[in-house]
Structure formats: C-alpha cells, structure tokens
C-alpha cells in the first residue's frame, strides 16, 4: 500500500507464474515448458544475427514475422497480431474487447490470469462451472456477455473441446467476441484458425513458449478477422510500439519455419505423455485425459499437497494449486523420457505408494 | 471502427514512432539511434548463450539485471524496475501513479507517447506552455496535480533542467508522483538518480535504447523507492509475467558492464553533435542547445518540411512534426562523422542556401 499509487491499484492481485529456480539438477516439470530445445534454425538464426542492428530499433510492426504466420496458418497478414509472450496478446485483448457492460464468461476453472486481467481493466467476470470431469460445457455460454473466452485445451485440466462444439457456440454468439486460447492446441486438440474467415469476432491465441519451445524469448500471437487485429493494433500502439525485440523477431520465424521439428517433437511428447498417463494410472493416480504437454493427475488415496511436496524434496517440481476444486491434483508436465522415467521412479519411493 | 471493440478502443489515437525503412543505402537520423554498435560484451553475450535454455521461460523477475543496475547507479536491487522498453516501463507508470482526481502535469511540447498513455487509461493530462525559448518552467507546475512527467532533457526540444531545478520542484510536490523521463540523459544532462532516496515520490526512468545502442533489445528501466517499485510490480505481474525475454536480460547486462564502451561512444555523439550545431549555424540554422543525441533546429529562412523533403530525396531522414509550435523544426540525430558530413553536404546542396 501506497499513498503514490492509483486507487485501482491497492486491490491489484497480480498472477504467480510458477517457480523458477536458479540451480540446476532440478527436474522441472512446474511450468509445461518443452523438453526439447528450440529448433537448429532458430540457433543458426541467433548465430547469424548481425548484432551491430541492434543499434536501430526493430521493426515495430513485426511484419516478416506476421508474413511468416500469415503463410503457415493460410490466412492474410492483417489478420495477425503479435505479441511479447501470449500474456501480452491476452492483456492487449481484455483492453481491446473485454471492456464491456455485460459480463465476461469464462470457465471457472482456467488459466488464472483471465481474473487478474479483468481486475487490472475493471472488468466484471462471470465464472461458468465447468462438470464434474472438467469438461467446459458451452452450451451454458448462451446468456447476456460483454465477450467469451476460454482455452481450448482448458488449463490446467488438459481437456479439449471438439472444433464442432466451437462453432455451435460462434453460432449462437455473434455479438460480442469470443476468444480461444490454444496456448496447448498443438499437443493433440483441433484449432479453430480455421474458423476465423467465418466468425469476424472469434479471436484465436497461441504461443510460441510450448510447441515451439521458445519460451526464453516470449513470443505470442492471434488470428482473427482484420477488424479485431485492428483493434488489438491500436492498443497495442498506444501502450509500447516495439513489444517484439529482433532477435526474438528473428528466432520466432526461424521456429514456424522449421516445420518438419516442429511436428515431430510434438509428437514425441505426445506418445511420453500417454506413456506418463499410463504409468501414473498404475501408481494409483486417476487421470484427466490431456490434449496438452502436461497431464492433470490426482491419487486415489494420497494427498496432491503431499506428492508435490515428496516431489520437491526429490528435486523434481510439479506444480499445485490451492483452489477449491482443483487442490487435490498435480499439474504435471511432459518432459523428457529421462525426466518422466525419474518421476515416476520417485513417486514409486513414497511410501503410501510402496504400501499400495 | 468495430462493434465488437471496447468503446474506449474507438477514441483511441495511437503513437506512430519514426519510420524505419527496410532498404539500406539510406542515412537514417530520424528515430535518435545511436550509430555505434552495441558493446563488443553484447555481441560475445548472444554467441555465448546457450540456446537450448531458449525452451525455457526467463526469470520473470530479471533479478541479475535488477542487481547490475542497481550496483552501477549505486541503489538497492528493489528500487530497481525494468521493462520492454522505457515506453513499457512509462506505460505501467501511468497504470500505476497517474490514475488520479486530478489532472497529470507536463509540458505542452514534449515525448507525445505521454498523451497516448493519458487517453489509453483515461486519465485527465493538464498541458504546462513551455517558454518562447522551450525551456520547461518548473515553478509553473506549483499548482494542483495528479502527477507530474516531464523529460529531462527534454524531447524534442533536446533542452535540459538542471538538478537544482528538478529538486526545488521535489521539494514543493511531495504527495504526488513526479517522473522524470531521462531517456537522453546520458548525452550531457544530470541525473535525478541521486535523489531517490530523498525523495520518495521520484522515478527516474532511463532506457539502454540510446546511450547503451541497444534499441533493438528493448530494455528500460525505472529508479526509484521501494514503494513506487512495488506498485509497477503490481502493475507488470498484472499484466505480462515475462517481459524481458532472455537474450534481451543478458545483452542489457554485457552493455550495463562495458562502461568504458559507454563512456566513449557517447562522448563522440557529443562531440559529433556540437560538431553539427557549428555546421548548421553556418548554413543559417537556429539551434536549440542540445543535452541529446539530437539536434533540434529551424533554418532562418527556409521551412522545416521543405528541409525534410529535400534531405529525404537525397536518402537521408530525419524527423519533422506537424505539431503547431515546433513545425518549423527539424529533429536531425546525431549520426557517424561521415552520416553528419553527408547531411550536412547535402544541405548545402539545397538551391535555397546555395544562394544565402
């Protein structure tokens, strides 16, 4: 608290990313980063950079690496936005869209930063409960909405919708804008890009930190109709004209280039993930089927808090959350076939699992 | 326009940065570029790091930045803010501070993001006249306020305040934030980082886009006390988790840690810049002393959109705004000797002086 600050800002409760610790021999399994690095290119990309440009600034609008996505998801260049890490896209969004007289709807199990961005721009959030298998029901969309947003897988749950059940909701919803966060879409759901030339007001968000493993340099997008992309343009334009700097411009084309990477390390975290699955319903844990790089697991008998706590002193972190509903399961990332094998070896060393 | 943007998005007027052509063969002295490279440290830190860490999210917290600023201007690690770019950091600021009853002070003529920022988060902007001269009277800001902002030395006028100045005025406005946005500080002017301590309510804001030829990088940062820190932490863990991507925190740091480099490059932007200041006198310019990497003059009898005209026919750019008071100018950045001695050649090749 401050007599300086804005009143609006004595009320902010800002998001807690997960732990990243500074020592290494830590298995981190808390934050679904990608096990692999980043793709060659995106190394020859960094290697090859001309650094005395980087006395100039960069290019504001991003354009080659908007031409770039615009060429990989076949739509036009004005109907892409970026943005520094899929956080700023989704901030931008909220300012853009979300301010509204009726209620944004959203899920009430998602990823926590939507309330954080509604509290930071004033905006009021009606919370939709998802079923009892944390399904996202969108049938239950259909009321009075200043705007929709969910994520397509839903985090930290990892389940999908079906492109289908979008649609029916875009459908029924073509006043306000609904936006799909497919942050994990590449791990096995159906993106909706596909959509977009349809439905002027869906807006689809995904990243470059999961598939393409670049999360080090922060690097989000979205696609939607030119008319939305203009709106984000505008905010984005009056709060930071160059949010994207050239190396991260430079290592985010290198990473939609390389393709052939792309989707086969994606699949191999596919088949650890179902691997993992497998063995974590063998100890005892009942699973959340995921289209993600993580798995959302909770024990039979033992408590969430517990495990990631014999995690941790075994120096592998998982991440837990402490809201009602969800506190007893472990959010588990998908890393190596080393990392998962180690995991798994751990949690065979509790001894409420041993017993079992 | 778009039914489907938030009403505040449709008034929105966004800031339009100078242009950055993509060809080469031009002489670009319109964005106030620094025209050395970045430190030989920058360049050895991007072919040292380990790209495979690029998987990985950034310390979203820039901790070792934070402690290698705060070592090198002599303050503590938390009274240390950084972001994409001083225009993020000044972004949060007006979030943060300048949310206020009453209307925020700064100078008529000055950095026109201010404006922009005041219209994204609707906050009242009371505009101060600058003297005939441009010089900022601080003791007209003894009056009501929400907040004060004013550059030092000021864009784009290039006219510095002296401490004594700026101190008296802290003296005076002790309930309200004052920011003082030192982006060319370096070239010439005194900073107001020595008075944060005394001064709670002060935030230094500085960039490494100019002085550290790192534009490309985006990287700024904000000094202050604890408790203006915190509530741009607030702010910042609002909005975006990972502003800083990891290439962007140890390019910063290299460039932070090369002093001498620093040092040098911008004692010969100085040196170059009084070098110009002779030169344009001599061809009937009036100049306004400069403290920046810039140059703001007008010609005595020719108009300043004329001049910019001319010199961009001859590839050259430099910047020239409509605004009424300071159309008649010319903002010209200090470039190489050769850019400065081809500028300046061309200039007396215009028909207009030729015959002066």
Chains 1, 2 share one sequence.
């Not at 993992?276 to 319903?281: P, S, V």
């Not at 075994?314 to 076939?337: A, D, K, M, W, Y």
Request: hydrophobic fraction near 40%; proline fraction near 6%; aromatic fraction near 10%.
């Amino acid at each position: 608290m401050s007599k300086y600050w804005s009143e609006a800002i004595q009320s902010l409760t800002p998001y807690v990313p997960g732990e990243q610790p500074k020592g290494s021999n830590i298995i981190k399994l808390n934050t679904n980063e990608n096990p692999f690095p980043p793709s060659p290119m995106v190394l020859e990309a960094i290697h090859q950079f001309d650094t005395d440009r980087l006395r100039l600034y960069p290019d504001p609008d991003a354009s080659a690496l908007k031409l770039s996505l615009a060429e990989h998801f076949n739509v036009k260049a004005n109907q892409v936005f970026v943005g520094n890490g899929s956080d700023e896209v989704l901030a931008h969004t909220f300012m853009a869209f979300f301010r509204q007289p009726q209620p944004l709807l959203m899920p009430d199990i998602s990823y926590s930063f939507y309330d954080v961005y509604c509290n930071l721009y004033g905006i009021e959030a009606k919370h939709i409960p998802l079923q009892d298998n944390f399904c996202i029901v969108l049938d239950d969309y259909a009321q009075a909405n200043g705007g929709i947003i969910f994520a397509n897988p839903n985090a930290p749950t990892g389940r999908a919708l079906t492109l289908e059940k979008i649609e029916a909701l875009l459908q029924r919803n073509t006043e306000t804008v609904v936006v799909v966060d497919e942050a994990y879409v590449d791990f096995g759901a159906q993106t909706a890009i596909n959509l977009v030339d349809k439905y002027p007001n869906l807006l689809v968000i995904q990243t470059l930190s999961k598939s393409r493993s670049l999360a080090g340099m922060r690097v989000g997008f979205a696609i939607g109709s030119a008319e939305l992309i203009e709106g984000l343009e505008r905010v984005k334009n009056s709060f930071n004209s160059y949010p994207l700097d050239m190396l991260a411009q430079a290592t985010a084309i290198a990473a939609i280039k390389d393709n052939d990477y792309f989707v086969e390390t994606t699949q191999q975290i596919i088949t650890m993930r179902e691997w993992t699955n497998q063995q974590l319903q063998s100890l005892g844990f009942k699973i959340i089927p995921s289209k993600t790089n993580f798995v959302f697991a909770s024990h039979r008998y033992i408590e969430a808090a517990e495990l990631m706590g014999f995690l941790r002193t075994n120096q592998i972190l998982v991440r837990h959350f402490s809201r009602p509903g969800i506190n007893n399961h472990l959010r588990i990332t998908i890393g190596t076939e080393a990392e998962m094998q180690a995991m798994i070896d751990c949690l065979k060393r509790h001894p409420d699992i041993i017993s079992l």
